[in-house]
T-cell receptor, first 116, second 115 residues
Framework: DTEVTQTPKHLVMGMTNKKSLKCEQH?????MYWYKQKAKKPPELMFV???????INESVPSRFSPECPNSSLLNLHLHALQPEDSALYLC???????????????FGSGTRLTVV | DQQVKQNSPSLSVQEGRISILNCDYT??????FLWYKKYPAEGPTFLIS?????DKNEDGRFTVFLNKSAKHLSLHIVPSQPGDSAVYFC??????????????FGKGTLLTVNP
């Protein structure tokens, strides 16, 4: 299995809703990432998990809450989002935190989130 | 302030010809560069990379050239095929700077290869 699977593919939520994005990989990768990509912009790093522990939070607002229940799963819990949070949310994984810079990531297909 | 820039939003070439995608960077700490390819409704997939100690890396039809003094890299695809039509992202990382986990991406260039 060489894939990163993200669900759902599309999500529409109201500003008072609570929802979660899910990401799964079975490649034995020990680092997992959340990136956010707005239209006509590059992907931007949000969070990094290394060996199931949160290693990096790129000053992301607390309405985004990541969780790594085990080495294969990564969730992103969403609460009280704003319309400007509408974007493509990409999950990625890499063998480990240290080699990501030259081995690169394996990305999922993303969740297209619309906040209304 | 964009540290990785892809100034051409789109590029159109004929099948069989060469495609050249360009990327510029501003952060001199970047020492590893990667190209990703993205089809619609799919995540980006890794294509080819180059370390700053090299000036060229080749993999089949794909070659990446790095001009460190100009802070410029380019991806050459020869010959171009219709299946190469996708968005191409340039990305960079700073291994020696301690943030090797982080890839900084350009905005991407949409390549269209016409039959």
């Amino acid at each position: 299995d060489t894939e990163v699977t993200q669900t759902p593919k599309h999500l529409v939520m109201g500003m008072t809703n609570k929802k979660s994005l899910k990401c799964e990989q079975h490649m034995g990768h020990r680092a997992m990432y959340w990136y956010k990509q707005k239209a006509k912009k590059p992907p931007e790093l949000m969070f990094v998990y290394s060996y199931e522990k949160l290693s990096i939070n790129e000053s992301v607002p607390s309405r985004f809450s990541p969780e790594c229940p085990n080495s294969s799963l990564l969730n992103l819990h969403l609460h009280a989002l704003q319309p400007e949070d509408s974007a493509l949310y990409l999950c990625a994984s890499s063998q480990d935190y240290y080699s990501a810079g030259w081995n690169g990531y394996t990305f999922g297909s993303g969740t297209r989130l619309t906040v209304v | 302030d964009q540290q990785v820039k892809q100034n051409s939003p789109s590029l159109s070439v004929q099948e069989g010809r060469i495609s050249i995608l360009n990327c510029d960077y501003t952060n001199s700490m970047f020492d590893y560069f990667l190209w990703y390819k993205k089809y619609p409704a799919e995540g980006p997939t890794f294509l080819i990379s180059i370390s700053s100690i090299k000036d060229k890396n080749e993999d089949g039809r794909f070659t990446v050239f790095l001009n460190k003094s100009a802070k410029h890299l380019s991806l050459h695809i020869v010959p171009s095929q219709p299946g190469d039509s996708a968005v191409y992202f340039c990305a960079a990382s700073a291994r020696s700077g301690g943030s090797n986990y982080k890839l900084t991406f350009g905005k991407g260039t949409l390549l269209t290869v016409n039959p």
